[in-house]
Each structure stands twice: as C-alpha cells, then as structure tokens.
C-alpha cells in the first residue's frame, strides 16, 4: 500500500506560478512510477506528467509541455509539480498518482493508488 496526500494548490492570477507537491508513505517510494493527472468539471481525468521511478524518464501531456515541470526526491518520498506560466484553462483538481510499472504510463487506470485531489484556480 502507498499513501499519497497532495499539498500546494491555492488561487493565482493567470501567468503565474504554482508549486504543488506529493508526500507517499507506506511501501517503498523509488520503485513507483508516479504521475500528476487532473479533472476539470464536466471533463474526464486527464495525464498532466509522469516520472519513472529514477527520475531519468518524464511525460508531459501536450497542453502542459515547457510550462510544467515534474521531479521526485526518492529520499523524501516526495514528487512535485512545479506550474509555471498558468492558464485559466488549468483550472482543475490536480490528483497525484502511483503505479508498480516500471515504464511510464499516461492511462489513468494503469495507477494503482491516488491521493485526495488539491485544487488549483487560476483567474484571468
């Protein structure tokens, strides 16, 4: 088992910055592939990054690709988000994700554990 608590989100005027982070605990952190997804309302769960378990392989969904930046510390059992340069349309609950593969994957059902969701709302 793998817990995942989101911290991070807030309101911030478009152009702005957002760092959101990911704390797991439980089994061990560096073997997960982890992911950030999000869910606007009225939309379908979408891929916004992914990080295999050694850092060295990223995925970016295309609407989020030079404004995003994901990156984990296996250390600390934590992975962040840093948003740069936001948009209104990244308006959504941003859910952290977790999966055993050892490839990165953007479906949202090949993720075994999820955290609570944190919301973030940029404003125009």
């Given at each position: 088992?793998?817990?995942?608590?989101?911290?991070?989100?807030?309101?911030?005027?478009?152009?702005?910055?957002l760092?959101?982070?990911?704390?797991?605990?439980?089994?061990?952190?560096?073997?997960y592939?982890?992911g950030?997804?999000?869910?606007?309302?009225g939309?379908?769960?979408?891929i916004?990054?992914?990080?295999?378990?050694?850092?060295g392989r990223?995925?970016?969904?295309?609407?989020?690709?030079?404004r995003?930046t994901?990156?984990?510390?296996?250390?600390?059992n934590m992975?962040?988000?840093?948003?740069?340069?936001l948009?209104?349309?990244?308006?959504a609950?941003?859910?952290?994700?977790?999966?055993?593969?050892s490839?990165?994957?953007?479906?949202?059902?090949?993720?075994?554990?999820?955290?609570?969701?944190t919301?973030?709302?940029?404003?125009?």
């Open positions: 088992q793998v817990q995942l608590v989101e911290s991070g989100g807030g309101l911030v005027q478009a152009g702005g910055s760092r959101l982070s990911c704390a797991a605990s439980g089994r061990t952190f560096s073997i592939t982890m950030w997804f999000r869910q606007a309302p939309k379908e769960r979408e916004v990054a992914a990080i295999d378990w050694s850092g990223t995925y970016y969904g295309d609407s989020v690709k030079g995003f994901i990156s984990r510390t296996n250390a600390k992975v962040d988000l840093q948003m740069n340069s948009k209104p349309e990244d308006t609950v941003y859910y952290c994700a977790a999966n055993s593969r490839t990165i994957v953007v479906a949202a059902e090949a993720y075994n554990y999820w955290g609570q969701g919301q973030v709302t940029v404003s125009s």
